[in-house]
């Protein structure tokens, strides 16, 4: 691995989860949320160090106590703090391994340009710092917005990422696409970057993340969600974006090798407003994938097939995401991997 932003199949040391409580949007399902929550925290913490992040400590010890064993408790770390709402991909450090040791990058999350209350999840870094929960040097970059799930990296120096978010509205304006990618090749030590400019997912609030739409993988591959429904909405677009990345090339010129990812069966709220249910947005972890998953045994299972071309010496795990896509994220954005400095 070259120095700056690991891929996050790189050996990790830990997995943040921010908890959901009744004083964020979950209340109203907060038993079906917390559910899934704990699903998340069994699996992780069977594997690697649990970072959990909740203004109610007490209270999340002892649903952790009723559904883990003793010696997944054991590798779990509460960190006190108030909390807007649960989407850590987002609001956590974002860690780059360097020649002094890990660096912890703070940067600026405005609630996905402005849309919700951010300011307490903004905060939620430095308050880790405060306590010690993370080794590493830590780097202010609150003058710039950045979420976690607007990036990807391959370890190597190259970061994927989306025109739609990084130009977004009230993000870094009024700085041109060319100050936001000299911005990003600088603060992650990387040296290039791919603009995926096509895609999107129907009820999507964060202006087309990247990991909901196409992951960098081991081997210059890319999962990407495909859609085959031409009279899905999704169709153009997702036709548009499967080109593109069709045209990338590796740094050395070569390229990727893509593996498409099933369109998930359509999710409504009951409104009748579609969901943002996407299969690229999987967590890797040490020795396994978590896969969210939606309800449909047959998508589900192409979707499992598909990952595991990426990943064939992982276990791929699903978790039923089905609840958090009604806050418009799912399994990945609720998610950070700090990387190992192995």
Same mark, same amino acid.
């Not at 997912?201 to 087309?208: N, V």
């Given at each position: 691995? $070259?120095?700056?932003l690991?891929?996050e199949w790189h050996?990790?040391n830990?997995?943040?989860?921010?908890?959901?409580?009744?004083?964020?949007?979950?209340?109203?399902?907060?038993?079906?949320?917390t559910?899934?929550?704990?699903d998340?925290?069994?699996?992780?913490?069977?594997?690697?160090?649990?970072?959990?992040?909740?203004?109610e400590?007490?209270?999340?010890?002892?649903?952790?106590?009723?559904a883990?064993p003793?010696?997944s408790?054991m590798?779990?770390?509460l960190?006190?703090?108030?909390?807007? $709402?649960t989407?850590?991909?987002?609001?956590?450090?974002?860690?780059?391994l360097?020649?002094?040791?890990?660096?912890?990058?703070? =940067?600026?999350?405005?609630?996905?340009?402005?849309?919700?209350?951010s300011?307490?999840?903004?905060?939620?870094?430095q308050?880790?710092?405060?306590?010690g929960i993370?080794?590493?040097k830590?780097?202010?970059?609150?003058? =710039?917005?950045?979420?976690?799930?607007?990036i990807?990296?391959?370890?190597k120096?190259t970061?994927?990422t989306t025109?739609?978010?990084?130009?977004a509205?009230?993000?870094n304006?009024p700085?041109?696409?060319?100050?936001?990618?000299?911005?990003?090749?600088?603060?992650?030590h990387?040296?290039?970057i791919?603009?995926?400019?096509?895609?999107?997912?129907?009820?999507?609030?964060?202006d087309?993340?990247?990991d909901?739409?196409?992951?960098?993988?081991?081997?210059d591959t890319?999962a990407?969600?495909?859609?085959?429904?031409?009279?899905?909405?999704?169709?153009?677009?997702?036709?548009?974006m499967e080109?593109?990345?069709?045209?990338f090339?590796?740094?050395e010129g070569?390229?990727?090798?893509?593996?498409?990812?099933?369109?998930?069966?359509?999710?409504?709220?009951?409104?009748?407003?579609?969901?943002p249910a996407?299969?690229?947005?999987?967590?890797?972890?040490?020795e396994?994938?978590?896969?969210?998953?939606?309800?449909?045994?047959?998508?589900?299972?192409?979707?499992?097939?598909?990952?595991?071309?990426?990943?064939?010496m992982?276990?791929?795990i699903?978790?039923?995401?089905?609840?958090?896509?009604?806050?418009?994220?799912?399994?990945?954005?609720?998610?950070?991997?700090?990387?190992s400095?192995?």
């Amino acid at each position: 691995m $070259d120095y700056g932003l690991p891929a996050e199949w790189h050996r990790q040391n830990a997995v943040q989860l921010t908890w959901p409580h009744a004083a964020t949007d979950w209340r109203p399902v907060l038993e079906t949320v917390t559910r899934c929550y704990l699903d998340m925290a069994r699996e992780i913490a069977a594997r690697e160090h649990l970072i959990i992040v909740t203004p109610e400590p007490g209270s999340v010890l002892a649903a952790l106590k009723d559904a883990l064993p003793a010696e997944s408790l054991m590798r779990i770390t509460l960190c006190k703090a108030p909390t807007n $709402d649960t989407w850590a991909r987002d609001h956590a450090f974002i860690t780059l391994l360097m020649p002094d040791g890990p660096h912890l990058l703070d =940067f600026r999350f405005n609630g996905w340009g402005e849309k919700f209350p951010s300011d307490l999840d903004n905060r939620i870094p430095q308050r880790m710092a405060e306590q010690g929960i993370l080794k590493g040097k830590y780097e202010n970059h609150l003058d =710039f917005v950045l979420e976690g799930g607007s990036i990807e990296s391959d370890g190597k120096g190259t970061i994927l990422t989306t025109s739609r978010c990084l130009l977004a509205p009230r993000r870094n304006q009024p700085m041109t696409q060319a100050q936001i990618e000299a911005r990003l090749l600088s603060a992650l030590h990387a040296r290039r970057i791919l603009w995926l400019d096509h895609g999107y997912l129907a009820g999507d609030d964060t202006d087309c993340h990247i990991d909901t739409l196409a992951r960098l993988c081991p081997d210059d591959t890319i999962a990407y969600v495909q859609c085959l429904d031409k009279s899905d909405e999704h169709y153009d677009e997702l036709r548009l974006m499967e080109r593109q990345l069709e045209t990338f090339r590796t740094a050395e010129g070569k390229p990727y090798r893509l593996i498409p990812l099933p369109m998930a069966t359509p999710i409504c709220d009951e409104d009748g407003t579609r969901l943002p249910a996407t299969y690229a947005n999987f967590l890797i972890i040490n020795e396994a994938i978590l896969m969210p998953t939606y309800g449909d045994p047959v998508t589900d299972r192409k979707a499992e097939e598909q990952i595991s071309k990426a990943f064939p010496m992982r276990d791929i795990i699903g978790i039923d995401c089905r609840i958090l896509v009604t806050q418009h994220g799912s399994l990945h954005c609720c998610t950070m991997q700090y990387p190992s400095e192995e």
